[in-house]
């Protein structure tokens, strides 16, 4: 089943996205299906946060941040050299 929808877009819009091969049905669907996955990413994220300041659970600091998101790059990248 699928829908048809029509927008109203600034005309220099519309035809620089028309230009970029954006408003194709294809071009469309990606585009709307990874914004409701960060839509979706970003409630979960934002619902884990009341859930950790409800435990009482302290803020990371920025190193530590830093420390963890170089420790996930780096597995990312051996799962990515292992296949």
Do not use: F
Request: hydrophobic share 45%; glycine share 2%; net charge neutral.
């Amino acid at each position: 089943m699928t829908t048809k929808i029509q927008i109203e877009l600034p005309d220099a819009i519309a035809q620089a996205a028309q230009a970029a091969g954006l408003l194709t049905p294809q071009a469309l669907d990606r585009l709307l299906s990874n914004a409701l996955r960060r839509q979706q990413a970003a409630n979960y994220l934002l619902m884990i946060a009341d859930e950790v300041a409800a435990a009482g659970i302290p803020p990371m600091t920025m190193e530590e941040i830093n420390t963890e998101v170089k420790a996930a790059r780096k597995e990312r990248q051996q799962r990515a050299d292992r296949h």
